[in-house]
């Protein structure tokens, strides 16, 4: 059973420019959120989908934005890149009863 | 506002137990998460705790929740060299639906032979 896929893994790009990273949830998972880490930071939120609409924000400007397909599966995009947005860009999915969040291994951006 | 404050760095020895603590703001929060980080990788889940809970075990990992006190605390028996890792403290805000994790900044487990 796969677990939460994620991609690409790294990634380079120039501020001002445009990014989208993917994820696959976990099978029986219909909730993803997204998180930012920043290096030796803990993740932060940033918001979460479910049934194709975001659900709730955390405090990211909207530059960030996202969007959730009908197989569940999600973006993430950001436009005109700060070098501020180099981090760790991680998935999470969970079931609608949630006991846990299961976390992809993340896509590396790198703003230059 | 939610916050969740963690000791940066613990060493301890092998074969020795390792407590990790977290504290916590959020009086509301209903589950507390323990995620492991190793480098280069993704969080792994390693247990959770509702908040109506003091105490949960599972194996080597024992969790400690005084709510009063709003403390969190992870235990490893018996700490082993692939125990060495990130330990993130997390919560979540009670409010219905599956809803977004406030994490520490992370404890860094060092392992001293």
């Known amino acids: 059973d796969a677990g939460v896929t994620q991609s690409p893994t790294h990634l380079i790009k120039t501020r001002g420019q445009q990014v989208t990273l993917r994820c696959s949830p976990k099978s029986g998972h219909d909730t993803v959120s997204w998180y930012q880490q920043a290096l030796g930071q803990g993740p932060q939120f940033i918001f979460q989908y479910y049934e194709e609409e975001e659900r709730q924000r955390g405090n990211f400007p909207d530059r960030f934005s996202g969007h959730q397909f009908p197989n569940y599966s999600s973006e993430l995009n950001v436009n005109a890149l700060l070098l501020g947005d180099s981090a760790l860009y991680l998935c999470?999915?969970?079931?609608?009863?949630?006991?846990?969040?299961?976390f992809g291994s993340g896509t590396r951006l790198t703003v230059v | 506002g939610e916050d969740v404050e963690q000791s940066l760095f613990l060493s301890v020895r092998e074969g020795d137990s390792s407590v990790i603590n977290c504290t916590y703001t959020d009086s509301s929060s209903t589950y507390l998460y323990w995620y492991k980080q190793e480098p280069g990788a993704g969080l792994q889940l390693l247990t959770y705790i509702f908040s109506n809970m003091d105490m949960k075990q599972d194996q080597r990992l024992t969790v400690l929740l005084n709510k009063k006190d709003k403390h969190l605390s992870l235990r490893i028996a018996d700490t082993q060299t692939g125990d060495s890792a990130i330990y993130f403290c997390?919560?979540?805000?009670?409010?219905?639906?599956?809803?977004?994790?406030?994490f520490g900044k992370g404890t860094h487990l060092i392992i001293q032979p």
């Open positions: 999470a999915s969970s079931p609608e009863t949630l006991y846990g969040y299961t």
């Open positions: 997390a919560e979540r805000e009670s409010g219905g639906g599956a809803d977004g994790l406030t």
